[in-house]
């Protein structure tokens, strides 16, 4: 065995026993919808061939679903009578995009398997399929969640990594959901493809959180161009890639982007300025990309086993905007 089908091996392995943990495993719907996988991966195909964007979006909204209340479907749920949705969150508000992508996965699903394949294990899928399509890893979704009955506002605005959030309290949340150090930077690492609004990096051009000056820690070239489309005020939604050198292709372009002091947003840089483990972590995965995707694969795993709904609990939605009547 070479070391390669070794280190293979032993990735495959630790998926594996991640999945086992919590009664998810890949071959889920092998019997009920063999064809799922496939309807999933067709309807993400064409929607990134339209958009390269959209990728980066389906990937956020898994993220965005697995840190509220676990990985239920709750993100994608309309406000209702019952429901305060989430994606009015600080987070999710003017962000959260690839809604329209999922309920076409959705109606597929139906079509041809009724009230089989999960929202969240379509989601999972989705986010699975983007990251390959744009250059990233490979790994076997573990499947066999359920959709939630009700969304959490509060979990969506308190739970979610915040672009301004401090080092610690960005590593607490990951803890609270028992993500480790590894996975925080691993997982950071998503920011190798997508967009960020202005106003979730402005801090950064001009005044250093109420410091009177800009932040140092980004190169000032680098910053004196962010300047041209983020002004002191107005443009919040004005775009701009996570990462300037390649920004569709899922890469290891963002951690040698950290080490030139180009990350964009604060929670990126912090991963090389403020932890002598995690600037380990960042020199290691920036010299070496197959490292990143190895980890990525198992880190992303163990992100989507965060609190599953399973056996009856929960139900399979008809539709992903609306729990069923």
Request: include cysteine; charge should be positive; glycine fraction near 6%.
């Amino acid at each position: 065995m070479t070391t390669h089908s070794i280190t293979t091996f032993m990735v495959l392995i630790s998926i594996l026993a991640l999945a086992n943990a919590s009664n998810l495993y890949p071959q889920f719907y092998d019997h009920s919808c063999p064809q799922a996988k496939n309807i999933v991966r067709s309807v993400v195909t064409k929607a990134v061939a339209q958009e390269a964007r959209m990728a980066a979006s389906l990937l956020r909204l898994h993220f965005h679903d697995c840190f509220v209340k676990g990985c239920d479907a709750s993100i994608l749920l309309d406000n209702s009578g019952s429901i305060i949705s989430e994606k009015g969150s600080v987070p999710n508000r003017n962000s959260a995009r690839g809604f329209e992508v999922v309920d076409q996965i959705k109606a597929s699903l139906e079509k041809a398997c009724p009230q089989t394949v999960s929202c969240a294990d379509a989601l999972a899928l989705a986010a699975r399929d983007s990251t390959v399509l744009a250059g990233g890893p490979n790994w076997e979704v573990p499947l066999g969640r359920r959709d939630s009955l009700g969304a959490s506002l509060s979990g969506s605005n308190q739970n979610i990594p915040a672009p301004n959030n401090t080092f610690q309290t960005i590593l607490t949340k990951f803890k609270l959901k028992g993500l480790d150090i590894v996975d925080f930077v691993t997982l950071s690492g998503s920011h190798t493809i997508g967009n960020a609004r202005c106003t979730s990096f402005r801090q950064r051009l001009y005044n250093n959180t109420g410091k009177g000056q800009p932040d140092f820690s980004l190169d000032q070239s680098y910053a004196a161009k962010l300047r041209q489309n983020c002004p002191r005020s107005g443009g919040d939604q004005n775009l701009f890639f996570l990462d300037p050198v390649s920004p569709t292709m899922f890469d290891n372009s963002y951690y040698k982007n950290l080490i030139a002091s180009k990350g964009l947003l604060s929670s990126d840089e912090i991963l090389f300025t403020q932890n002598q483990q995690t600037m380990q972590y960042v020199k290691q995965y920036a010299a070496n990309q197959e490292l990143f995707f190895q980890q990525f694969a198992k880190s992303m795993v163990k992100m989507g086993n965060i609190t599953p709904l399973t056996g009856k609990s929960g139900e399979i939605r008809k539709n992903c905007r609306k729990v069923n009547s």
